[in-house]
């Protein structure tokens, strides 16, 4: 979906005891979500790299998938290793953006390789409704992937382990 671009910012951390971590956010179309999955590697565009750097840490921040193309909700991960560039130049490329074919490398080079966080039994898929769909953008940063708050990204990961509410069910106080 389009998107205004928006400003990267550095996410916030809890304030309210609950130890939730900030977490980041990597979208995925029909084409390449089984890619991502397959190969457990997440990629955006190079612009997004150092937000990367800046968020993700190994075995700590929770990770989502987001496939736009179906409106469902993947996770929770966590990082394997750092993030980097090119980790796999090929990746995407067969599946990725038409306008990207032809190419030298990734058109999703910001890669990170991701693991299944423990306490999560499998990959979780859930529906966002079409309703809740600006909602959710808005507490996703606005659609195009990236860094998300730590009240958020807890509100998110409970949500996928069956421990909450959707996060755009819960009200703001």
């Known amino acids: 979906w389009a998107a205004a671009p928006m400003q990267e910012r550095e996410p916030t951390r809890a304030t309210d005891g609950s130890g ?3 977490g980041y956010v990597f979208m995925c179309s029909k084409d390449t ?3 991502c999955l397959r190969n457990l590697l997440f990629g955006l565009p190079k612009e997004k790299f150092r937000s990367m750097q800046a968020v993700i840490e190994v075995g700590v921040t929770p990770l989502f998938l ?3 193309s179906r409106k469902r909700v993947h996770g929770v991960f966590l ?3 750092e993030p980097d560039l090119d980790i796999n130049p090929e990746a995407w490329k067969a599946n990725g953006p038409r306008h990207t074919t032809g190419r030298a490398g990734s058109p999703y080079p910001a890669q990170v390789k991701v693991k299944l966080k423990s306490t999560t039994p499998a990959v979780k898929a859930l529906e966002v409704g079409a309703a809740n ?3 959710f ?3 996703m940063g ?5 860094p998300i708050d730590a009240g958020v990204c807890g509100k998110l990961e409970r949500w996928l382990t069956g421990k909450g509410p959707a996060p755009w069910e819960v009200q703001s106080p």
Request: glycine share 18%; net charge negative; charged share 40%.
């Open 20 to 22: 939730d971590v900030p």
């Open 33 to 35: 979500r089984d890619e």
């Open 66 to 68: 987001f496939d736009f």
């Open 79 to 81: 990082a394997a290793e």
């Open 133 to 135: 769909m600006d909602k």
């Open 137 to 139: 953008k808005t507490l």
């Open 142 to 146: 606005g659609g195009t992937g990236g």
